[in-house]
């Protein structure tokens, strides 16, 4: 089997972005207390669900378009729908990885 961007770098991207904003957010946390990482863990059970949907897709399992039809939306659905619940969907897309980076380095 071979291995594309739904099943392997979308969802890495995404997992590993959702872990720099929860990084981000227990830094800013009150008190110095770390902050449960929700939203890494919103898309890794995204990736989980995503990849059993792809085991029961019917008929499309030779090809690689289970990944982005199951795995990716799934995992979007996964944190996005928890910063809407908690309502900080336009932070989370207000978010500059790159910006977090410059700040740790001084």
């Known amino acids: 089997?071979?291995?594309?961007?739904?099943?392997?770098?979308?969802?890495?991207l995404?997992?590993?972005?959702?872990?720099?904003?929860?990084?981000?957010?227990?830094?800013?946390?009150?008190?110095?207390?770390s902050l449960t990482p929700l939203y890494f863990a919103a898309a890794v059970t995204g990736y989980a669900l995503g990849?059993?949907?792809?085991?029961?897709?019917?008929g499309i399992g030779s090809s690689g378009l289970p990944a982005l039809l199951f795995i990716v939306p799934?995992?979007?659905?996964?944190?996005?729908?928890?910063?809407?619940?908690?309502?900080?969907?336009?932070?989370?897309f207000r978010f500059d990885p790159a910006g977090d980076e410059d700040e740790n380095e001084k």
């Open 51 to 58: 990849c059993v949907l792809c085991e029961f897709a019917p």
């Open 1 to 12: 089997d071979l291995l594309g961007l739904g099943d392997a770098v979308f969802p890495s």
């Open 14 to 33: 995404l997992s590993t972005f959702a872990l720099r904003y929860d990084q981000n957010r227990a830094d800013e946390g009150s008190s110095g207390r």
């Open 74 to 92: 799934a995992m979007l659905t996964a944190a996005l729908g928890l910063s809407a619940v908690r309502g900080e969907l336009g932070e989370a």
